[in-house]
């Protein structure tokens, strides 16, 4: 039978999250002896998760299905794979090995044919950038999605292979002995071939992919940022800030290809002079300053008494898959130091105290009803419409104070059906430990959400559906957050260092964020 979060509960759990506003994770040896029931627990964890990605690997290529059914049974497996998942898995394996789930010859094999099997596959020969979908069992470039055949358009994804060539990057430096091989992929990627250099606006942005045949878009941009035959570009660039597309950034910028300065240009919040950008999720706080020749407004969203750099639409992910490699909060301490465990606290806000629902963390993933779907923390996205954490999808309307027609409406009084996703609490582990601890525990103990896999992908938790799948993305997320957590942070120390860290940790070193908690 299902229990119900109790409302005493749920303010006692909230209250132990809103002490976690600083970073803290254990280390060091002695730290760790500290949280020996935790890490027996984190332990369990990964060792299940990591069962997903055993079933979803094909053993012909080592490329993972992009998801599976609940029952790892490989029938189940889908007919595509992404460049994000076959980079989630490489990651993923060599998590697997530090936390001494297998073992250094397996792990090897494992990368070494899984690195063979993406040198074989399909790319776009200017750019050196992978397609967005491809047969698992083949390595064949999609043209049809196998379950629907609905049509594929060759789409080239920047973020997507920001994901990839994390995964390359990991596995070079995990795994030495294969870092030639890693690193002959990686380093024909051209982040550059997304970066808009927009006349007008001297950091520029990046695009959200291109098409190398026609896609007959009424939006897509003809032209090209790097040589070569010309391709479609996607209407609109990656503009907001702290959102996951900033890893192809990162690369671009740490590889030489994409401008240092290019950090400051994409926006912490749109300004708030005028009413230009009142269709944005409200007014924001902030000033200007000025870094590497860039105007930036350095701005933040109110919400419940803090003041919070959004994401654009208000999800987990968005905010911190890229920490799980980049130590943004260690390299910007006055940046990314403060709003990494202030966004942890407003969806534990949301979820706890002003939706009631019980439990918290909110980021795209399956939906229990069907499909797939973006859930968020309306109030924590630039996005008006922004996403929604329910089924219902209760926004929050709020005022854009002085433009005409953005009056907002009164918060609403109640939330439907929410719908959490366990990734999301592993996403926050580093930022809210005992928070995250209790909220898995809950979601486990609480609903038929725990399988031979690790965690299903979500729950609705007023209805008590549960979407017994397990997506490669979501599961990689896990194995990041917990080979961190468990071999001393060593997703960080693959890709964190060299070349990442001399070209981003002055630019994040100084930044002030007009983050803040409350008084």
Avoid at 107 to 126: F, V
Avoid at 160 to 184: C, F, I, Q, V, Y
Avoid at 502 to 514: D, G, Q
Wanted: include cysteine; aromatic fraction near 10%; proline fraction near 7%.
């Amino acid at each position: 039978m299902r229990v119900r979060r109790t409302p005493v509960l749920a303010a006692i759990a909230a209250a132990v999250a809103l002490i976690a506003t600083t970073v803290a994770v254990p280390s060091a040896p002695a730290a760790t002896e500290r949280h020996n029931p935790d890490k027996r627990v984190l332990e369990r964890y990964a060792a299940d998760t990591w069962k997903s990605f055993e079933a979803m690997a094909v053993p012909a290529t080592g490329l993972p299905a992009d998801n599976i059914g609940g029952n790892l049974d490989p029938a189940t497996r889908s007919g595509f794979t992404s460049p994000t998942n076959i980079g989630a898995y490489l990651w993923s394996t060599a998590a697997a090995r530090d936390t001494g789930l297998i073992g250094r010859r397996e792990a090897k094999s494992r990368m070494a044919q899984t690195l063979d099997s993406i040198a074989g596959l399909e790319r776009h020969e200017d750019s050196g950038m992978f397609y967005n979908w491809y047969d698992p069992a083949t390595g064949a470039k999609l043209r049809t999605f196998p379950e629907s055949s609905d049509p594929i358009k060759p789409f080239l994804s920047s973020v997507d292979n920001g994901w990839m060539a994390t995964g390359l990057l990991l596995a070079a430096r995990a795994e030495p002995s294969l870092a030639r091989k890693a690193d002959r992929i990686r380093e024909d990627m051209n982040f550059g071939c997304f970066y808009n250099p927009l006349e007008n606006a001297p950091a520029g942005q990046i695009r959200g992919g291109f098409w190398d045949e026609d896609p007959l878009e009424a939006a897509a941009v003809k032209g090209n940022y790097c040589g070569g035959a010309d391709v479609w570009f996607t209407g609109h660039h990656y503009g907001a800030f702290n959102t996951e597309p900033r890893i192809a950034s990162y690369l671009g910028i740490a590889a030489g290809q994409i401008p240092a300065r290019h950090y400051f240009g994409t926006y912490r919040t749109f300004p708030n002079e005028n009413c230009d950008w009142s269709w944005t999720e409200t007014k924001a706080l902030g000033s200007w300053a000025e870094h590497e020749g860039v105007r930036v407004f350095e701005g933040a969203l109110p919400y419940r008494g803090m003041q919070i750099v959004p994401t654009w639409g208000g999800s987990m992910f968005e905010a911190l898959m890229v920490p799980l490699f980049v130590p943004e909060e260690t390299w910007g301490p006055r940046s990314w130091g403060v709003n990494h465990p202030l966004y942890v606290r407003g969806q534990i806000e949301h979820g706890m105290q002003e939706a009631g629902y019980g439990y918290w963390g909110f980021s795209p993933s399956n939906n229990p009803a069907g499909g797939y779907r973006e859930y968020g923390v309306d109030q924590l996205g630039m996005d008006g419409p922004g996403y929604t954490t329910d089924q219902e999808r209760t926004a929050v309307d709020q005022p854009y104070e002085g433009c005409p027609g953005r009056e907002g409406s009164p918060a609403p009084t109640s939330y439907g059906d929410g719908v959490v996703t366990p990734h999301a609490s592993f996403l926050a582990l580093r930022y809210a430990r005992d928070a995250a601890l209790e909220n898995l525990s809950n979601i486990r103990q609480d609903f038929d959400s725990y399988g031979p896999g690790g965690f299903y992908d979500a729950v609705a938790v007023g209805s008590g559906t549960v979407s017994k799948r397990y997506l490669s993305l979501d599961q990689g997320m896990v194995m990041a957050a917990l080979g961190n957590a468990l071999a001393g942070d060593d997703m960080r120390k693959y890709v964190g260092r060299g070349a990442v860290e001399k070209t981003l940790r002055p630019l994040m070193s100084e930044e002030i964020f007009a983050s803040k908690g409350t008084e």
